[in-house]
């Protein structure tokens, strides 16, 4: 199989302090819900984890050390798209466990020339800028965000510059944030 033509990115530098553990090792189906969003990229050549050094073994994936530790998953991407060779990021909290080479592979088709970014739009038609493609010429936009305070990730792309995906399953879009957040329907039986 020919490697998609983009790097992968997850970013799994938060403290959970909402989930009340490291949420990267929380187990839903068996396995960690970091290994179910690495699963949805395995295809990818170059694979990038942002998180503070040690902390997690993945392997295949080159760990990434935060430009600004601990400043939120803006500041993941920074790190993110100053690692990856020039082109196309797919950046995944890691905390979205329903994710598939299939929504990547919806993402990628999207693409546009010109455009800096593709993102998706959730279950409540908003769009999920923790399971979006970014563009590595986003970056310098990115760094005067954070460098004048912004810690938003949602505001990481200027207006006008991202391609809007629409009619995606909302079960892709499940977030853990809190322990009860993984209770519920089955991601892999769908
Ligand atoms: N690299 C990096 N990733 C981060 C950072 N803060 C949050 N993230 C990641 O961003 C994603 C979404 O963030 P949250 O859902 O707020 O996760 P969190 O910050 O660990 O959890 P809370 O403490 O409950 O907010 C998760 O994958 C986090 O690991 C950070 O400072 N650096
Ligand atoms: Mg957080």
């Known amino acids: 199989m020919t490697a998609p033509d983009f790097a992968a990115a997850i970013t799994a530098g938060g403290r959970s302090s909402r989930y009340g553990s490291d949420k990267a090792l929380a187990v839903l189906d068996g396995r960690t819900l970091l290994a179910h969003v690495a699963a949805s990229l ?8 942002v998180a503070p050094p040690g902390r997690y073994a993945l392997a295949g994936w080159h760990a990434v050390p935060d430009t600004r530790p601990g ?11 100053g690692a990856a060779p020039p082109g ?3 950046f995944a909290g ?3 466990p329903a994710l598939t080479p299939a929504y990547w592979h919806a993402l990628t088709a999207a693409r ?15 769009p999920q800028p923790l399971a979006a493609l970014y563009h590595t010429a986003l ?3 990115v760094t ?15 207006d006008g510059h991202a391609t809007v995906v629409a009619g ?8 853990v944030n809190r322990p009860g957040d993984l209770e519920g329907e089955d991601p892999s039986t769908r």
């Open 88 to 90: 196309w990021v797919a």
């Open 71 to 81: 400043e939120g998953p803006l500041a993941g991407l920074e790190a993110a798209l």
């Open 42 to 49: 395995e295809p990818c050549a170059v694979k990038l984890l």
């Open 168 to 175: 995606l399953d909302a079960r892709f879009f499940r977030n």
């Open 139 to 141: 970056r310098p936009h």
């Open 94 to 96: 890691v905390d979205m």
């Open 144 to 158: 005067a965000l954070l460098d004048a305070g912004e810690r938003r990730l949602r505001l990481a792309v200027p």
């Open 112 to 126: 546009t020339p010109g455009t800096l970014a593709v993102l998706a739009l959730d279950g409540e038609g908003r």
